[in-house]
């Protein structure tokens, strides 16, 4: 039975390129170990499962360059081993102290059971190499891997400089051959921030598709004859699919949508914060800084200080309620749509991966209801991947997208404002120089040529979209501030040396070492052949 309509599922998977070797521990390290265990093992366990009962699905996952190199980091999986080891010993201290609390004492059981499965299957199941369980989803079919600007740079806002632009987006389909060893046929543009014109750019690396927010499409020029529902064909080639709307507000919108239902675990209640400062201690950040352990013992119960312990059963069948629900109003504007289009719609509904299981704790469950009954309970509306839509579908409407983002009234503003707007002039000078410095020495010898490579490492770690929007949002700004000048200074020391030709082979290592993601990096990718 040929299904009415079409439904794409995209994750998108990013962390800011963090690795401090200098410091024993470090927070902000944190981000990508509760990442790990919250989001990425917990959908991996889901897609298995799936893929073992013979379930059929497709989903789309993108993957950002500086996430797939702390992925791949031996210093980084050691300190996530260690970091693991310390949350399961605190939840076995948590069984002996909540022995005479039975909502309690059931929740420590149950978060050291689900830490010591974690370590299990990332040593023993995975071998630490979760980018190789996700490229054997892809190789298997139930996964589309898509690429990624290489430092999640905002695009729009690089403008002004063309090759930059470029050069994120070459990067990025470069570590994403590494990781996967094949060319992606999509790519997420960082922020869904679409600028008219880089789809060429998408096009000269082979790109089939990107993803936009619905206004990038119902702006665009002509107005698309399918709105958001059918993807349009840019002036190069490449397809632009739109977001939908309506889908994407029930799960992403805490207020409105499912993540903020009653019987859901409290993201804000954590023992790392409730209990005794010198109970803790011993699990927090090296400095003693309060922060998440992970283990949480509410739910959300209401807009109420006064919570009430998380079940963990009633959440499940809540998740596998609102799964049917999720899939009952995506048939009935299926339904819809199919009265009013000559062709099967698609619905993209994109969100950030990390929302699955850290943000929305019952999250990866949900989702794997939610493809358990697309296959069994319904014949409307068939998972695909963007990429699979356009085989059905190869001739579309041309059009060019309107400017456009996610975020904040849809325009920039987030990465643009009274908090972050003095970052660009220092990035912008950044570019100019390092594009300079690409055609200025076309033969460098081999120090010269690790300068040259180490200053577009800087250059891109200083482009990245997170530290405009930390210091937008106001959390871990001191951390934000410091990574912007170090990278500008960082470049700034190696570009001056270059130019006055006395390079310091020890503090480059030094950098290197640090600084060390993208070892493939030529810089001769900011002085294209023909630019």
Not at 167 to 183: L, P, T
Not at 310 to 337: C, I, K, M, S, T
Request: proline content about 6%; some cysteine; overall charge negative.
């Amino acid at each position: 039975m040929t299904r009415q309509g079409f439904l794409a599922l995209v994750l998108h998977t990013h962390l800011p390129f963090v690795r401090h070797p200098e410091h024993e521990s470090f927070l902000e390290e944190r981000w990508l170990f509760e990442a790990i265990t919250e989001t990425y093992l917990p959908l991996l366990e889901r897609f298995e499962r799936l893929v073992n009962d013979r379930v059929p699905f497709r989903i789309t996952m993108s993957f950002t360059p500086t996430l797939l190199a702390m992925l791949a980091d031996p210093l980084l999986q050691a300190r996530y081993l260690r970091h693991l080891d310390g949350l399961i010993e605190l939840a076995g201290k948590e069984i002996e102290r909540t022995r005479w609390q039975p909502p309690f004492h059931r929740l420590a059981y149950f978060y050291h059971h689900r830490l010591t499965t974690a370590r299990q299957r990332y040593t023993d199941g995975y071998r630490q190499d979760l980018i190789g369980a996700f490229r054997a989803l892809a190789e298997q079919g139930s996964l589309e891997p898509i690429a990624s600007c290489a430092t999640h740079g905002f695009l729009p806002l690089l403008e002004i400089n063309p090759t930059a632009v470029r050069a994120q987006i070459a990067v990025g389909v470069q570590a994403f051959e590494h990781a996967f060893g094949r060319r992606p046929e999509g790519f997420w543009l960082p922020e869904c921030g679409y600028q008219p014109g880089h789809d060429a750019f998408l096009k000269a690396f082979g790109i089939r598709y990107f993803l936009t927010d619905a206004h990038g499409l119902l702006f665009g020029s002509p107005r698309p004859k399918y709105g958001v529902y059918a993807p349009a064909i840019c002036p190069s080639g490449v397809a632009a699919f739109g977001r939908d709307l309506e889908s994407s507000k029930s799960v992403w919108s805490a207020e409105e949508g499912y993540p903020g239902d009653f019987l859901y675990r409290e993201f804000y209640r954590d023992i790392g914060y409730d209990l005794d400062h010198d109970y803790v201690r011993p699990y927090l950040n090296g400095d003693g800084q309060r922060t998440n352990t992970g283990i949480k013992y509410y739910r959300i119960t209401g807009k109420t200080d006064d919570k009430q312990p998380y079940d963990p059963d009633r959440a499940l069948e809540q998740a596998a309620a609102h799964a049917g629900n999720f899939l009952f109003n995506r048939e009935q504007q299926v339904g819809f749509l199919r009265t009013v289009m000559d062709r099967a719609p698609i619905i993209i509904s994109p969100y950030d991966a990390e929302l699955f299981g850290h943000w929305w704790f019952e999250g990866p469950e949900w989702l794997e209801f939610l493809i358990r009954k697309a296959h069994v309970d319904q014949q409307t509306i068939e998972l695909i991947a963007p990429s699979d839509y356009l085989r059905h579908y190869p001739v579309n409407q041309r059009l060019v997208p309107s400017l456009s983002s996610w975020g904040y009234n849809g325009y920039s503003e987030v990465w643009l404002n009274g908090a972050n707007d003095w970052i660009y002039r220092h990035v912008h000078t950044l570019a100019d120089r390092m594009v300079a410095a690409a055609r200025q020495f076309p033969q460098p010898n081999a120090l010269q040529r690790r300068t040259l490579n180490q200053m577009a490492r800087e250059l891109l770690l200083a482009q990245a979209s997170d530290w405009p929007f930390i210091l937008k949002t106001g959390t871990h700004t001191g951390y934000a501030y410091r990574r912007i000048q170090d990278h500008v200074a960082r470049f700034n020391r190696l570009h001056d040396g270059l130019q006055a030709q006395r390079l310091e082979d020890g503090w480059l290592t030094s950098l290197e070492t640090t600084d060390n993601c993208f070892p493939f990096l030529d810089y001769r990718v900011y002085a294209p052949s023909g630019a």
